[in-house]
Every structure is written in C-alpha cells, then in structure tokens.
C-alpha cells in the first residue's frame, strides 16, 4: 500500500519505518527542515533500539521516504496517518492545533478517496472534527479513522511489530478493509484487531494510560506506607503481583511517571471529564500522588542533609525519563535537578543517550560526565533517577574508590538494601527501611 505519515516524531518514525519493512511504500512528511534533511540523508533522529536497522534498510530499498511538501504525496496515497502532537493547552486539555491544522490543508489539497487515520492521543470526539476540517474544502468521498497507538518508547519497534493489539475505531467498511489488510502483517500470532466506533478508540487510549498511570500512582502510595510502617514494598510487589488479577507488571514505585504521555494524557482525560460534568475522582488523585512523589527522593536528600543543601554536590545518573529512550520530556529528573539547584546544590549527570537533550533544555546549569563513574568524582552522594541497564552492576570497588562519600539516594530500586548497607553506604531508596 501506498501510505503518508504526518508528523515524524516519536511516533510517526517507528509507524512509518515499521510499514515500510513490511512492504508498504511509506512518505513521512514533517514541518521540520532540519529533521527532514537529516532522515533523508540516512540520519536517524532519535535513539530507539532496534529502529535505525529497519530505517537505513528500508531506505536502501526505496520503500521510506522524507519530505516536508504534503501536497507532493497526497495523491498516490491511500491511507494518511496522522503522528502529530497533542500537548496540553492552557487550561490542560489536549491541544488540537496540530490535527485541526493539518486537516484543514488536507482539505484544500485531496483530490480522491482517502483513509485519514489519526493515530495521536486525542480527546473523545476528535474524529469529527477532523472530518468537518476536511469536509470545509473538500466535498467528496474519504473517511476519518481513530487507530490510537499503544507502543512504548525503548521497545517501540517490537510494540509495533508484534503488537498486544491493534484498536481501529470506524463505521465505514472500505476503511475497515484497507485497515485489517495494512495490519494483518503485524497480528500473524493471532493477536485481535478490534474494530469499534471512533468515540470507543478514542477513549480506550486515555483509559489504558490512566489506568497504567493509577497503578504507578497505587504503589507509590504503598511505598510510602511501607517506609512508614516498617514493611518492605518489593515483598509486597511480590506479594500480590503474583495474583493474576492484579498481575506483575506496573507494581515498582519509583519517582513518579513522566514521559510524553501519561502525565498529559492523566491531564486531558481529568479535562473531558469535567467537561461532560463528571467528576473523576480517582485520576485527580493520581496526579497529586506523582507530583508529590516525584519530589520524594528530593524531601529524602533534604532530610539527610538537615535541609543544608548550599554547597553540596550530587552525581546525577539518568536523564531520560526511562531506560533505553533520549526522551526527557516530564522526566523526574529534571524536577529532582530543578529542585536541588534552587537550594544551592551542583550536579555532575550521566545518562547513556539523553544529555544533548538535556543541554539543548537547560544548558549548562548542570556539569555532564563522559560516563557514569566520571559523574561520581567529589560528590557528596549519588542520585539514582532512571533504571538504565548499567546502572544495576556498576563496578563497586570503582563507585567506592570514586565517590567522595558513601551515600546513595536510589530513586528506582537498583540494588539490595541489606548489600548496600554492609558496603558501608547510606543507602535510600523508595518503600525499604
Ligand atoms: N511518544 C510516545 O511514546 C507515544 C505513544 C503513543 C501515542 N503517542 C501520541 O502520538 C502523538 C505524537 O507523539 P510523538 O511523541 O511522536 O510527538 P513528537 O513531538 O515526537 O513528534 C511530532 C512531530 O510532528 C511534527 N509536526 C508538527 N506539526 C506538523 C505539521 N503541521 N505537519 C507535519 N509535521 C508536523 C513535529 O515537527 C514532530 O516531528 C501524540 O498525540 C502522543 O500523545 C505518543
């Protein structure tokens, strides 16, 4: 099939290569000059594993392209999703600007037929909208699908090569088909494609962030009663993840969710629910729980220190607001660099992929080390922010030789408490005594 993607980020690069390496011949248009250069010289412009592979490839095999004129592609293309993004306005909602922008001009320029599929995260009700922009300009036949994506970041390509499901939301049989044709591929497992209507899939989207962000925000809150009780939150983790009602995954405590995503789409559907006047009780909640846990190893450091933080000088190990990602969008460790540097501290950091996104963000308010035990000379403890591989067997004799005192503020649980003690550190971390 003949396919355009809009948008060229996150999302539309993974979609857009992923259809590419089964064939398609994929367009990926983005306003962006520079990224559009870069891709098409062959440079890949975010690091998520296992993707340059399949983009050179693909590339090479002239099935991928990049260009920034829309109206170049629109006629041969059967089916335009659409990987724009959502942020959230003033008032918290999602901000449509993009979508609504972008269908306007599809609008002025589509001849024919089209499926145009709106793959962003986006509020209950959007689908309609993109057809009544469209339809302002354009009088003939296309059809307006809602295919939310689930991928996750740092394993995007496997989530969207072989994903747990694939939700299509249309009432039009011609878009079903071309649909159920374009992922078949992708569901050879056996996998479901659910079709629904366009209000379900857009709703099933925020749903399953909210409810993945709940959970995150549920053992928080048990991490906090088991440092105030005594009890210890990887036994409890244990304890009922191994009921399959509940299930294993989404139980660790931590620092709070960041990301693109679940903080802004926990935001937009608390938004449309006030809206249609319905008080969502629990997500609200949900969000007062991440703000204040994502300042938790902060009130710990603190603590520590007698709130005498002038002066002192951390190691900082992780940026990214996950493992194997350079996305530090709402990432905890910026609000852990934020709130120390206010208090007069100093940060050395070392992250494997997501410092020049840092620096691009704020400079140089902090010092960044060519690898993590370069992070750890003089400073006075170090902050564990994200779970990166090589940040749970680091080399200790080297961390011990390095650091300039043996304290450890572990914002993700990397390593035994009991261990830690007998290496002689003060070791923190999140829901252990
Ligand atoms: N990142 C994720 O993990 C993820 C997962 C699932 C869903 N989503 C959703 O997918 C959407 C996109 O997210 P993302 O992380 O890929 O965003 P992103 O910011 O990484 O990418 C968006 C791209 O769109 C481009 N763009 C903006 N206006 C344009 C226009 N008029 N024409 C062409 N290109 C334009 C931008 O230059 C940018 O490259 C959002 O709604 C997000 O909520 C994201």
């Given amino acids: 099939m003949k396919i355009t993607v809009v948008g060229t980020g996150y999302v539309g690069l993974v979609t857009g290569t992923c259809f590419a390496e089964t064939g398609n011949k994929v367009t990926c248009v983005d306003i962006d000059k520079t990224k559009v250069e870069k891709l098409s010289a062959g440079q890949i412009t975010i690091f998520e594993p296992g993707l340059e592979k399949i983009f050179l490839r693909n590339i090479k095999e002239g099935r991928l392209h990049f260009t920034t004129a829309i109206e170049s592609v629109i006629d041969e293309s059967e089916i335009l999703f659409l990987a724009l993004p959502t942020p959230p306005g003033a008032d918290g909602s999602a901000d449509l600007k993009y979508i609504l922008g972008v269908a306007d001009q599809l609008g002025k320029i589509m001849k024919g037929y089209k499926v145009i599929v709106n793959k962003s995260t986006v509020p209950v009700g959007t689908a ?176 520590y220190y007698k709130g005498e933080l002038k002066g002192k000088h951390f190691a900082l190990w992780g940026l990214a607001f996950k493992p194997n990602t350079d996305d530090i969008r709402e990432a905890p460790a910026l609000s852990i660099i934020y709130a120390l540097i206010s208090l007069g501290a100093t940060i050395k950091a070392y992250d494997p992929e997501a410092m020049a996104n840092v620096q691009g963000q704020i400079g140089d308010k902090i010092v960044y080390a060519e690898s993590q035990y370069h992070a750890l000379e003089n400073a006075d403890a170090l902050i564990i922010a994200t779970e990166w591989s090589e940040f749970r067997t680091p080399d200790f004799e080297r961390l011990d030789q390095t650091i300039k005192h043996k304290v450890i503020f572990d914002g993700r649980n990397l390593f035994e408490v009991e261990k830690m003690r007998e290496r002689g550190y003060y070791y923190e971390s999140i829901g252990r005594n």
């Fill in 128 to 303: 309609d909208k993109v057809r009544a922009a469209i339809a302002k300009n354009y009088h003939g036949d296309f059809d307006v699908v809602s295919n939310p994506e689930f991928l996750r970041e740092g394993v995007a390509v496997d989530d969207f090569m072989k994903p747990d499901r694939v939700v299509v939301g249309t009432r039009s049989e011609t878009a079903k088909k071309l649909m159920s044709d374009l992922y078949a591929p992708y569901v050879r497992q056996g996998n479901p494609v659910i079709f629904m209507d366009e209000r379900s899939s857009e709703l099933t989207k925020y749903a399953a962030n909210s409810f993945l962000a709940t959970k995150i925000s549920f053992m928080n809150e048990v991490a906090q009663l088991c440092e105030r009780m005594g009890a210890d939150v990887d036994m409890v983790r244990r304890g009922i993840g191994s009921d399959d009602r509940i299930g294993k995954r989404f139980l660790f405590p931590g620092i709070g969710y960041g990301g693109s995503c679940f903080p802004k789409d926990v935001q937009a559907l608390i938004k449309s629910s006030d809206e249609v006047g319905y008080d969502f009780k629990i997500l609200k909640a949900v969000e007062k729980v991440n703000a204040i846990q994502k300042l938790h190893l902060v009130e710990k450091i603190k603590s």
